[in-house]
């Protein structure tokens, strides 16, 4: 052994980060996505997209959603299961257009996926939209993805009856 030989510290230092990262730039990588943003159509609106993105079906465990009016809001919950869809982000761009949408009461946190179609990786790291708004705004509830289209589908019908 040579650890005699290693300078003083050594073990304990920090890894530098890459001195071209932005602290403050939004994180690309795997996103669990658990509510409007788990609709193909909606993400590919969203990001600007030509064709609809490709998402893996996942699951998150310790958290649990409430609802924030309509929108489901994402809560630290011991041991519970949270299903979703997970899809890779691959500029900060995109990253920025995610967070935009989810609003100030929303914030990409880091979380452990795992994901549930059989293909690998079979779990990865990647950012999930935790709910960081008032608490005493949320009422119990699901949010139910086909729901939530149908009444957006018809807002828009009506919207569009107007003109």
């Known amino acids: 052994m040579k650890l005699r030989s290693a300078p003083p510290g050594y073990f304990f230092r920090p890894e530098k980060p890459p001195s071209h990262t932005d602290p403050f730039a939004a994180p690309t990588g795997p996103y669990f996505f658990y ?3 788990s609709d193909p159509a909606m993400l590919r609106d969203v ?6 993105p490709q998402l893996r079906p996942g699951t998150i465990t310790g958290y649990e959603c409430k ?3 309509q929108y489901p809001a994402l809560l630290d919950g011991p041991e519970n299961v949270v299903y979703g869809a997970v899809y890779h982000v691959e500029t900060e761009e995109h990253g ?4 935009s949408y989810e609003t100030d009461n929303y914030r990409a946190d880091p979380c452990r996926i795992k994901y549930t179609d059989g293909n690998e990786p079979v779990d990865d790291i990647g950012y999930v939209f935790k709910f960081v708004g008032n608490v005493r705004d949320l009422s119990d509830g699901t949010f139910d993805l086909g729901t ?3 009444r957006m589908k018809r807002v828009a ?3 569009s009856n107007v003109m």
């Open 157 to 159: 019908e009506d919207s």
């Open 47 to 52: 990001l600007g997209l030509v064709t609809e």
């Open 96 to 99: 920025e257009r995610l967070a």
């Open 35 to 37: 509510g409007t943003l």
């Open 67 to 69: 609802l924030w009016g």
């Open 148 to 150: 939530w289209l149908r």
